[in-house]
Structure formats: C-alpha cells, structure tokens
C-alpha cells in the first residue's frame, strides 16, 4: 500500500510540473529567471513545486517556482511557504490570467502605502484580500 501511496505522490507532481510547464508557462518561465538569478541561495523540492529560500522578500510565487523569506530564527516560516504554495495552485486554475486577475491585485495589497497604512490602521490581515485568502484556503485543503 505504501508503493501505491508514493506512486501517486509521484504522478501528482508529474501533473503538477507538467500543469505549470504549460499552462501556467507565462509565470513559469518569469520564476525560472528569478530562480537563475537567485541560484546562490538554497533550495528545497517543495509539494511538487521549487521553494528558494531568500531574506527579504517576504514571499513570490511564479508558477513553479516559490520564494520565500526567512523567518528570522534561521529557519523558513512554513506559514509564508504554505501560503506561496497555494497561489502556485491558483497560477494552475488561472493559467496566464494568473498574470492579470493575481498577481498585480496581490502586489498592490502588499506594496503600495495606501494599503499598508489602511492595514495598519484598521487592524486588517494582509490575508484577508480576496487573492491571499483564496491561497490559503487552496494550501490548507492540499497540504492537510
């Protein structure tokens, strides 16, 4: 059972690797430069997906490629590494409208002075906007 188990875990990522390769090219192919520019940091397979471990930068996910910051302790925060993870499952829904419908909505949320003053200001969550919220729900029903 347990071969059964490892086989599908395999296919799954064939499937994913393959999803992002194709579908989600646009942003595969924009995290490949952002990986070959990162080279000299560490790297970890991560759930199918190439997870560099970089200071900061918070977190940025372009297709099948994951960056991630430190959490200060050493150490990576899962929670940042999660959260990347699912908008690497919204880039397979979306396919090249991930570059349109996600990713400048999930910039602008987390760059702009606006935006941090009113999040500050009201108390709210960066991952209560529409797009950071919807990859946290995608991590936690797939990574559970």
């Known amino acids: 059972m347990n071969g059964v188990i490892v086989m599908l875990r395999i296919l799954s990522y064939a499937v994913y690797i393959f999803l992002q ?17 990162s ?13 560099t471990r970089r200071s900061g930068i918070g977190g940025v996910s372009l ?12 150490g990576y925060s899962d929670r940042i590494a999660a959260h990347e993870f699912g908008h690497t499952i919204q880039s397979l829904i979306t396919g090249p ?10 910039m602008l949320w987390c760059a702009l002075p606006f935006f ?3 999040r500050q200001e009201k108390n709210i969550s960066y991952y209560s906007f529409y797009t950071e919220a919807w ?10």
């Open 21 to 37: 390769c194709t579908w989600g090219i646009i942003q595969t192919l924009m995290g490949l430069v952002y990986f070959l520019i």
């Open 39 to 51: 080279i000299r940091f560490p790297h970890e397979f991560y759930h199918g997906a190439i997870l």
């Open 63 to 74: 297709g099948l490629f994951i960056f991630a910051n430190d959490d200060n302790t050493g």
């Open 97 to 106: 409208l991930y570059m349109i419908f996600i990713v400048p909505e999930s």
């Open 116 to 118: 941090k003053r009113l």
């Open 135 to 144: 990859a946290d729900r995608l991590a936690e029903k797939i990574l559970r």
